[in-house]
């Protein structure tokens, strides 16, 4: 069930897929993102979520090996282990923390709780700076302070700490699954809800049913959430290839990659 890349030299640009349905080849390569430096991106280090390839690099991987034992006490049938640890593994490799390395955040963080932006009438500079500065998103789960309080109930966590983030984005992935409970969805379509909440939270909730909960619908006109969708897919299928990580029965993958990559309509 898990997907495989093989460049070839020969076909440069055209890698082939195994374990993939064949719709996501097709919709990739019709789509309007078709184009040379798309192609190339096959070939890079870096994972490539559009067509659900993994680069060399994988820090947030290692760090779902070092917390693999509490990710998996932690799985349950609303938050499935494979998919909290798909979260961790997407988070983690953020830019922001390259090669794992918390230097950037730490230096992010303390700026922003020590000193104020000091010309306030660069309005533009001044949203940046409490975006990036005094509100970064923080740790292998890539939570804001903010949003981490409120996923406690109290007090401010120490987004720095490993166990810590990953006990909290496994509450924001349950909050998430509470909440779609209601909508009558089906498991397959849960679960695409929780790979986009990684990053959105219960603003995916709140998109859906403002397409009156047609999910196909909400996902044709938010590529951003697509690309959520890929990103959450690439790094589940590389753990079922590769650990003793299952995906839930009743998983519908390959309409999972359907919807994640259905190509953009241009305007």
Same mark, same amino acid.
């Given at each position: 069930?898990?997907?495989?890349?093989?460049?070839?030299?020969?076909?440069?640009?055209?890698?082939?897929?195994?374990?993939?349905?064949?719709?996501?080849?097709?919709?990739?390569?019709?789509?309007?993102?078709?184009?040379?430096?798309?192609?190339?991106?096959?070939?890079? +280090?870096?994972?490539?979520?559009?067509?659900?390839?993994?680069?060399?690099?994988?820090?947030?991987?290692?760090?779902?090996?070092?917390?693999?034992?509490? $990710?998996?006490?932690?799985?349950?049938? %609303?938050?499935?282990? $494979?998919?909290?640890?798909?979260?961790?593994?997407?988070?983690?490799?953020?830019?922001?923390? +390259?090669?794992?390395?918390?230097? $950037?955040?730490?230096?992010?963080?303390?700026?922003?709780?020590?000193?104020?932006?000091?010309?306030?009438?660069?309005?533009?500079?001044?949203?940046?700076?409490?975006?990036?500065?005094?509100?970064?998103?923080?740790?292998?789960?890539?939570?804001?302070?903010?949003?981490?309080?409120?996923?406690?109930?109290?007090?401010? +966590?120490?987004?720095?700490?490993?166990?810590?983030?990953? %006990?909290?984005?496994?509450?924001?992935?349950?909050?998430?699954?509470?909440?779609?409970?209601?909508?009558?969805?089906?498991?397959?379509?849960?679960?695409?809800?929780?790979?986009?909440?990684?990053?959105?939270?219960?603003?995916?909730?709140?998109?859906?049913?403002?397409?009156? %909960?047609?999910?196909?619908?909400?996902?044709?006109?938010?590529?951003?959430? %697509?690309?959520?969708?890929?990103?959450?897919?690439?790094?589940?299928?590389?753990?079922?290839?590769?650990?003793?990580?299952?995906?839930?029965?009743?998983?519908?993958?390959?309409? $999972?990659?359907?919807?994640?990559?259905?190509?953009?309509?241009?305007?």
């Amino acid at each position: 069930m898990a997907l495989t890349l093989i460049s070839s030299t020969a076909q440069l640009g055209k890698p082939e897929f195994y374990s993939k349905s064949q719709v996501l080849y097709a919709q990739y390569y019709a789509s309007v993102y078709n184009n040379v430096d798309q192609r190339l991106q096959a070939y890079l +280090p870096w994972p490539n979520f559009a067509t659900g390839g993994m680069g060399w690099y994988r820090h947030g991987l290692r760090e779902v090996a070092s917390n693999a034992r509490l $990710i998996k006490a932690l799985g349950d049938d %609303r938050v499935p282990a $494979i998919l909290l640890a798909a979260a961790i593994a997407n988070q983690g490799g953020s830019a922001q923390r +390259p090669f794992g390395i918390d230097a $950037i955040e730490r230096l992010q963080y303390w700026l922003g709780s020590n000193f104020d932006w000091p010309l306030p009438q660069w309005e533009w500079a001044a949203a940046r700076w409490h975006q990036y500065v005094e509100e970064p998103s923080i740790g292998i789960a890539q939570l804001l302070p903010d949003e981490a309080q409120r996923l406690r109930g109290f007090g401010r +966590p120490n987004l720095f700490d490993d166990r810590t983030s990953i %006990r909290l984005m496994y509450a924001k992935l349950a909050a998430v699954s509470r909440a779609a409970e209601s909508l009558g969805l089906n498991q397959t379509q849960r679960f695409i809800l929780l790979a986009i909440g990684n990053n959105d939270g219960l603003g995916t909730i709140q998109r859906l049913v403002a397409y009156d %909960r047609d999910l196909e619908r909400y996902l044709a006109d938010h590529p951003q959430s %697509r690309t959520q969708i890929a990103k959450i897919m690439t790094f589940v299928d590389y753990l079922a290839k590769h650990g003793d990580w299952t995906l839930p029965d009743g998983i519908n993958r390959d309409y $999972i990659w359907s919807l994640a990559s259905r190509p953009v309509v241009a305007p």
